[in-house]
């Protein structure tokens, strides 16, 4: 069956550290992955998207790579900051177009 | 309209009523997901529309639950006889429908079942 692993359910880090973050799927051939920041009592809001074509994406301090033969996206926040304190979620698609959230890590940043 | 809009934001209700909460997508978004999330928990899929073509239900726990969408509009998703484990808060998204397609997410209904 498809499944989508978050490894580590929290994470801390120190300030002005980077944070990384991973997302492991099984059964899924995603023509792309998207990550989304959700803050408590919020919805989830759309951060990053990679195709299956490419290797890494940039956006100010955030960074996401996917490898399709390891079947793993890394996220990671540089220069981390306490305002980065969220969960974090990947998202990958299936083939009729369904979006699957895996089931998220809390990141915590210490001033 | 400038988001998702979810109504009513907070519903309390007793075990064993029925409730309906309500969800107004984007302007144009063709595909539309119910979520539900216990709190501290992740995301739990529900139901998925997508145009015209048949609803995936596959994420709905008991029958008790039901959605509809009336063409690529509003959407309602029904609880009935609702139990003290239905407590949480339930989220619309919506997407446009297209290749690539984030999803854009209402602020959700917390649902208190007493």
């Known amino acids: 069956s498809q499944k989508i692993e978050q490894n580590s359910e929290a994470l801390n880090i120190q300030e002005g550290k980077t944070a990384t973050l991973t997302c492991n799927y099984t059964?899924?051939?995603?023509?792309?992955l998207q990550w989304y920041r959700q803050d408590p009592g919020r919805g989830p809001v759309f951060l990053l998207l990679?195709?299956?074509?490419?290797k890494e994406k940039r956006k100010e301090r955030l960074k996401v790579t996917f490898d399709t033969t390891l079947k793993q996206s890394l996220f990671h926040i540089t220069a981390s900051q306490p305002a980065d304190s969220a969960t974090y979620l990947c998202?990958?698609?299936?083939?009729?177009?369904?979006?699957?959230f895996g089931q998220g890590t809390i990141l915590t940043v210490h001033p | 309209g400038a988001g998702v809009s979810q109504s009513p934001s907070n519903k309390v209700t007793e075990k064993g009523k029925d409730v309906e909460l309500r969800c107004d997508p984007i302007?144009?978004?063709?595909?539309l997901y119910w979520y539900r999330q216990r709190l501290g928990q992740g995301l739990e899929f529900l139901i998925y529309?997508?145009?015209?073509?048949?609803?995936?239900k596959s994420g709905l726990p008991s029958d008790r639950f039901s959605a509809e969408r009336t063409g690529e509009s509003v959407s309602t998703l029904t609880i009935q006889r609702t139990q003290q484990e239905d407590s949480a808060v339930y989220l619309c998204?919506?997407?446009?429908?297209?290749?690539?397609?984030?999803?854009?997410f209402g602020p959700g209904t917390r649902l208190t079942v007493l």
């Open positions: 059964n899924y051939s995603p023509a792309y």
């Open positions: 529309f997508q145009g015209n073509s048949a609803p995936d």
């Open positions: 998204a919506s997407e446009p429908g297209q290749a690539l397609d984030e999803q854009f």
């Open positions: 302007s144009g978004h063709t595909a």
């Open positions: 990679i195709r299956e074509n490419e």
């Open positions: 998202a990958l698609v299936s083939s009729y177009g369904k979006l699957t």
